[in-house]
């Protein structure tokens, strides 16, 4: 009952409500623990099954979440109630009540104790209609997130730029729209129930009324995107033109090791360590041990294998970064059985983007995750040979790390420059400055001053010859 008046009150269906609080008040500051569920349909096949629910399990941790416990079924079509069987939802809850716990499985995370572990969200791995979500919440007694809305909540935190913000929007109203006019519907139908009358209930014209504005705003939201195309072109063209931007972007399927790299390299891994959900943020990092140039790293949100079409668009917006960076590095798991078709994908949506012209290093990950030692080899050799510049390699090797960022200090510096600076000794203000932007290789002093010889940009250095003269 409280469910219907919350419907029709703010014509939201109550799980999108309560998920847009729970999103904004306590995902970034609490532990979330979450169950993933899914229904396997008779045309899947088991790897296909596993896989699509361990991106989700992925996914879910992009978000914050630590996910306990999985349930699976078997079942020939989903439930049109609850997508999932009575059963299932009833062992459910018994779980994420703390009422029963179903044998532990391999998938399952081993939790110390799970009787004061509150479950909040159970996860499922399909698309499901709002009063699907509505009846399995009931139910399981916990809020239930689907796919698309995992989705669409990674996308909308990953939207940095105006565009990538804009493009999220609109494809967060075009999940919102029928979940909106279900709740309205169901509204307005009980209200002719208990009242008695017949035609249009309040529900169904606040439906109207919401319909309209979101087509406004979508229609609003699409020509800003239009208008900010063309700004975004001269900004990015100033941007590059300008020294001292360098940037590398990590791309490639969720799961490929993008982040753990990203931690390896910016030296970051102890700060994750401490703080819970450091991810969330690491967004932005500088190469670490430091470099001449400063090399700045930059993390994307993954490309995702069971995407839904209708998020296309808002995905590739997310990838703007890639843009900006003078490298991109193209990490793929080489564990993975679909790798060479994840690496095509990768390929021709940067193409797409327009990031084909960004210089690229394909980072051939996870080799230690291959087999025996002599399966690894051999696929070494054959990457090698199909990709001759590649780098293979493993984030868990912190030597393998430490090659990876010389390569990336090497690209960067080839551009340097080296010259002598000489620093008077009237001038010594200025020593912080010249180990601030130049790599000092040498330095010697006589009667006079000191004499550096550096390597730097040479914006870098005639801007130091500039302060000296
Ligand atoms: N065996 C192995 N596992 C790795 C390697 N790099 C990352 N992983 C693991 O793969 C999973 C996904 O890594 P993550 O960095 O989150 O991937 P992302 O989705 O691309 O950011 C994590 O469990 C990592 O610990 C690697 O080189 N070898
Ligand atoms: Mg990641």
Redesign the pocket.
């Known amino acids: 009952m409280l469910a219907d008046i919350t419907f029709q009150v703010l014509s939201v269906p109550r799980s999108l409500n309560r998920y847009n609080l729970l999103m904004q008040k306590e995902v970034k500051e609490k532990p979330q623990y979450a169950v993933v569920a899914a229904v396997q349909l008779p045309s899947v096949s088991d790897a296909e099954f596993e896989a699509s629910l361990c991106e989700l399990r992925?996914l879910a941790?992009?978000l914050g979440y630590t996910v306990v416990k999985t349930f699976v079924q078997k079942r020939a079509g989903f439930d049109m109630t609850a997508y999932l069987g009575a059963g299932k939802r009833q062992e459910i809850h018994g779980y994420v009540n703390h009422e029963s716990y179903p044998l532990e499985s391999e998938l399952d995370v081993v939790v110390a104790n799970l009787e004061g572990l509150e479950i909040n969200t159970l996860l499922v791995d399909h698309e499901i209609s709002p009063s699907q979500a509505r009846n399995l919440e009931l139910e399981v007694g916990c809020m239930v997130m689907d796919r698309t809305m995992v989705i669409l909540e990674i996308f909308h935190r990953n939207a940095r730029s105006r565009a990538a913000r804009a493009q999220v929007e609109i494809a967060r109203l075009g999940y919102m729209a029928p979940r909106m006019r279900e709740a309205a519907k169901l509204a307005g139908s009980q209200g002719r129930q208990r009242s008695g009358e017949g035609g249009r209930g309040a529900g169904e014209s606040q439906t109207e009324l919401d319909r309209r504005k979101i087509r406004d705003r979508i229609a609003e939201l699409q020509q800003e995107i239009v208008a900010m195309e063309a700004e975004r072109k001269t900004q990015r063209a100033r941007r590059q033109e300008r020294q001292g931007l360098a940037g590398v972007a990590?791309v490639?399927?969720?799961?490929?090791?993008?982040?753990?790299?990203?931690?390896a390299l910016t030296g970051s891994e102890v700060l994750v360590a401490n703080k819970l959900f450091a991810?969330l943020d690491t967004t932005v990092r500088a190469l670490y041990p430091e470099s001449v140039p400063r090399v700045l790293v930059s993390?994307t949100v993954?490309f995702i294998k069971n995407l839904p079409h209708g998020l296309v668009a808002s995905f590739k917006s997310t990838l703007d970064e890639a843009l900006d960076a003078s490298l991109l590095l193209h990490?793929i798991?080489a564990?993975d059985p679909g790798f060479e078709r994840q690496l095509e994908v990768t390929d021709k949506v940067l193409e797409e983007i327009g990031a084909n012209i960004v210089p690229r290093i394909r980072v051939f990950?996870?080799?230690?995750?291959v087999g025996d030692e002599v399966a690894q080899a051999k696929r070494e050799a054959n990457l090698r040979a199909r990709y001759p510049d590649c780098v293979v390699?493993?984030?868990?090797?912190p030597d393998?790390v430490a090659k990876l960022h010389q390569i990336i200090v090497a690209i960067f510096q080839q551009d340097l420059v080296e010259d002598e600076i000489f620093l008077p000794w009237t001038a010594q203000q200025l020593r912080g400055a010249i180990y601030a932007s130049c790599q000092v290789l040498a330095e010697r002093s006589d009667g006079e001053g000191a004499f550096f010889q550096v390597r730097g940009e040479p914006s870098a250095i005639k801007s130091l010859r500039e302060q000296l003269s």
């Open positions: 992925e941790k992009t990590l490639g399927y969720t799961n490929a090791g993008k982040s753990t790299l990203m931690r991810t993390d993954g990490v798991d564990s990950n996870k080799i230690d995750h390699m493993s984030a868990r090797r393998d």
